[in-house]
């Protein structure tokens, strides 16, 4: 286990909450990445690290979404 300066641990519980949030559905990406304290780029980036799919799109929804533009 790596540790950590308290002000990096509050950071990366930060970004590990936000990130929950939003793969939760409960947050969008712009507001996790505020709650992070991330720019979107940098939490983008989060996400892609922590094999997190920055689409939350369900199939039924992208369903839909097909299905009402036509």
Known sequence: MM?????EFAQEMRIAA???CYAQGI???GKAAELAE???ADFLEELRRRKVPACQ???D???GEIH???
């Open 38 to 40: 991330l720019t979107r």
């Open 27 to 29: 947050v969008s990406q």
């Open 18 to 20: 936000a990130v929950q």
């Open 68 to 70: 009402g533009a036509f």
């Open 3 to 7: 540790k950590l300066a308290p002000g």
């Open 61 to 63: 929804e992208l369903a």
């Open 57 to 59: 799109v369900t199939e």
